[in-house]
Nanobody, 127 residues
């Protein structure tokens, strides 16, 4: 059974940092791109960042560029999201996901491009 488990969320003051982790089990995802999304109350799920299967390529939504860094460790079947200089507007439930197949980074911004999802971890940034 495939399972993605996010951790590392919490409450932090504006300007602070958090590191989210997503551990995958049930199969190996080293051949697939992975992504992070977030969803704030009353809003649609929003793409945050994606990383290629090798880790050599990354893509970010403009609002997090320069503040967030996505990385992966294929040996550990894990993907990370380092979040620095957090802002109150970053408050949301953050989800990791595994892409369906090889595709462009533009395609990877769409939730429909992903096949497996974690349960999410809450990130709250206070002002």
């Amino acid at each position: 059974q495939v399972q993605l488990v996010e951790s590392g969320g919490g409450l932090v003051q504006a300007g602070g940092s958090l590191r989210l982790s997503c551990a995958a089990s049930g199969r190996t995802f080293s051949s697939y791109a992975m992504g992070w999304f977030r969803q704030a109350p009353g809003k649609e799920r929003e793409f945050v960042a994606a990383i290629s299967w090798s880790g050599a390529g990354t893509h970010y939504i403009d609002s997090v560029k320069g503040r967030f860094t996505i990385s992966r460790d294929n040996a550990k079947n894990t993907v990370l999201l380092q979040m620095n200089s957090l802002k109150p507007e970053d408050t949301a439930v953050y989800y990791c996901a595994v892409a369906r197949a090889t595709m462009t980074f533009v395609a990877l911004t769409a939730p429909g491009s992903y096949t497996y999802w974690g349960q999410g971890t809450q990130v709250t940034v206070s002002s």
